[in-house]
């Protein structure tokens, strides 16, 4: 939730926040300023050479022996090495989740669940320093987003659900709400510990038990996870974590004992999953990818939009499914929009991601970097322009500079595809309708956002979009209590809020 | 069937036709099947849509949509409880098609047509309260409005159940409609005509052209065409054949259709939930600062 980008006011060059210390001076086209580093420092955190997974309430080697190595993006050096989890694992977390739903999780009164969710909260929150530099060392995002934004809203799931647990009579969802089961739970490296917790928390609150595969970039802060149910006495074989690769995910969401899927990451490896779920009795969710609109009308305020755009597509790297990808700006503005972005995006901080002035990390990995590149490659060769503003990116690790493309037209592959990255793509608009068609004109359906001072035309356009989250004059705001999915091609149920708890319960 | 040399009179008998796009045609592939009733005499021969048709009559249904979700919860209301009314007064010519069709006792028939009808009335009064029951305001933290509203999902394709001819078809094709969803119907394979006689009160009952659509023909054939379909929303598997349930999820993959999977015995003459009203609902999340 890109708070703290918001925050940040757009000073216009020469021109000093209250506060703000400067090194050096601007530079008369408005580059940035020179901080002094302000690393956080990562004596909280200790990172092991090694790591087992995490089964029946223990963490042990993986059976077959073996593993692989999770890397810190910013500097390309291994961290830890972590064991990669094969079908005899699968089948052990497996069976020991089947057993703690039926003697200890499910028979449990939802008073005691609930208790052990709050607890889980309140140890993210007094650990949730040591987890923001965790997971900001194994993603690369910014100190700031993971210390301001991932950690706190992960504690604030497990809070809201815990309240849930109890209540689940009262939610509306049907006459007598039961759990599902064992729920496998396949996450992505994009906010490896608020993904988990997405995940964890409304399936405990209902009742089910849970064997979760984060990323395989990003394994540490779910392991850490871990290590807080062992730490709060959550019964064993509740909660499993099972690290791997696509290999592990796919061998976890084809096990004949789950009752219940769960999955978020690309549209592509989704479709997969839900066929390899065709003819089964299995409950499936999917929250995939998108390639979101961010609508700016002739009459929107222009910094607050620009900060919003700003917010929308450099927020984590890009590396968001709701990222506001494609700038739809009204034509008679486009060209004033279009400068004032490119101004602001001088001052963005892209480096260390432990340094708490810096406001764009390191991409997540080689893999991603490569698809970032060969997309903005192709977004050249179709014939767009292409934008950066000047910055230095660190000599060693996975980089790539806020990027703008301007004369996109909707069939350049740019405009169509999720490139999942710090690209954002310029598109122009004259009339409401043709906004709306341009905004819909993809098979993802994820989010949109809306810029305007027109409270009947944020309303009017709000009802056209085809999308599940809608922000209108912000965007990129997250919270518990409020539900998160797509339409289309970007996935069906929601998470978060009591629509959260339908995909876990049956009716 | 009067016989003329005791009436007097030689009966004039219908033709059953496809209902696409608020039209009556016959498929464009000029096929046609005999239907016959449940002692096996022959009833009439119905249309045998083809893939075409079906592409139709999604097209027909897309067409439609934006004008049906958009109407008022208010109006959908009304004329879902128009289409009640209107099979109210053809009552004892549905009891006819769905006696034949179902091999019942009249006055079983009779039950039957008023639950269809009554079935109506209920989901009439769903179309101005799910969006209260469904729907949410969400109390994030931090200076936001912030609600959940239901949305219909788009275009959904229902196969239709393959017993219940009336009743049945009823209670899959009010739920998805009442939202302001499209739909084309795939009607019972076997006994198909009380789904024509549906369409006919459909047409004179202020639906809207394309709003629903009804095809007549063999399930096995469209089914698949149906799943695979790239501009179809969500699938209704109730009628499938149970050996082509798994590869019809599957194909319904292609773009990620809503699948609302087929249950074994359902018992059409019990009061619904809301499953399948939800099930062709997608929840829509707007959030607005609040500020001065």
Known sequence: MGSGKSGKKNTPAGVADVGVVAEGVVDTDGAAWEYAPAPESRDIVTIAPEYGLFINGEFRPSAAGRTFATINPATGEPLAKVAEAGPADIDHAVAAARAAYENAWGPMPGSERAKYLFRIARVLQERSREFAVLESIDNGKPIRESRDVDIPLAAAHFFYYAGWADKLDHAGLGPAPRPLGVAAQVIPWNFPLLMAAWKLAPALAAGNTCVLKPAETTPLTALLLAEVCQQVGLPSGVVSVLTGAGETGAALVTHPDVDKIAFTGSTEVGKQIAASAAGTPKKLTLELGGKAANIVFDDAPVEQAVEGIVNGIFFNQGHVCCAGSRLLVQESVAEAVVDRLKHRLQTLRVGDPLDKNTDVGAINSRQQLDKITELTAAGEAEGAERWSPPCRLPDTGFWFPPTVFTGVSQSHRIAREEIFGPVLSVLTFRTPDEAVAKANNTPYGLSAGIWTDKGSRILWMAQRMRAGVVWANTYNRFDPTSPFGGYKESGYGREGGRHGLAAYVDV | ?292
Do not use: C
């Open chain 2, 1 to 292: 069937m009067s016989d003329p040399a005791t009436t007097g009179r030689l009966d004039v008998r219908k033709t059953y036709k496809l209902f696409v796009g608020g039209a009556f045609p016959r498929s464009e592939s000029g096929r046609s099947y005999q239907v016959h009733s449940k002692g096996g005499d022959l009833l009439a021969y119905a249309a045998r849509a083809s893939r075409k048709d079906l592409r139709d009559a999604v097209k027909a249904a897309r067409g439609a949509f934006a004008g049906w979700s958009g109407a008022t919860a208010y109006n959908r209301g009304q004329v879902l409880y128009r289409v009640a009314e209107m099979m109210e007064g053809r009552a004892a010519e549905f009891a006819d098609e769905v006696a034949s069709a179902e091999g019942l006792r009249r006055a079983r028939a009779d039950a039957v047509v008023s639950a269809a009808i009554d079935r109506w009335v209920w989901y009439a009064g769903w179309s101005d309260k799910v969006a209260q029951v469904a729907g949410a305001a969400n109390p994030v933290a931090g200076p936001y409005f912030n609600f959940s509203v239901p949305e219909p999902t788009g275009v959904v394709v229902t196969l239709a159940p393959q017993e219940s001819s009336l009743l049945g078809l009823v209670s899959v094709l009010a739920p998805v409609i009442v939202s302001g969803n499209t739909v084309v119907v795939i009607a019972s394979e076997q006994r198909p005509l009380p789904s024509i006689v549906l369409a006919e009160v459909l047409a004179t009952s202020d639906v809207p052209g394309g709003v629903v659509n009804i095809l007549t023909g063999t399930t096995a054939e469209l089914a698949p065409v149906a799943a695979g379909h790239m501009d179809v929303n969500a699938i209704d598997l109730t009628g499938a054949p149970a050996a082509d349930r798994a590869a019809l999820e599957r194909a319904a993959t292609g773009n990620l259709k809503r699948v609302l999977a087929a249950r074994d015995r359902e018992q059409w003459t019990d009061t619904p939930t809301l499953r399948r009203l939800m099930a062709t609902l997608e929840i829509k999340t707007v959030w607005h600062p609040a500020g001065i």
